[in-house]
């Protein structure tokens, strides 16, 4: 099973294919335009992800700090 990290970082990679797929197509300005709305959407999510898992491992750290003491 996949995290969702990674669903993430593979849904990035696709829409990289399709822009690279859509290159030399005559309407890929109109497809950029909206490929460029939900790229930036998975961009926004992943960095939430990945705020939320430094939080969690910090959180950790300290625990394993404070335990020590």
Do not use: P, W
Not at 43 to 65: A, D, F, K, T
Request: negative net charge.
């Amino acid at each position: 099973m996949r995290t969702e990290k990674e669903r993430l970082l593979s849904a990035l990679t696709q829409i990289n294919n399709v822009i690279e797929l859509t290159r030399d197509n005559q309407d890929k300005d109109f497809i950029l335009e909206h490929l460029n709305s939900v790229e930036t959407e998975l961009h926004r999510q992943l960095y939430q992800l990945i705020c939320h898992e430094r939080e969690r491992i910090q959180g950790s750290n300290q625990q394993h700090i404070n335990a020590s003491e």
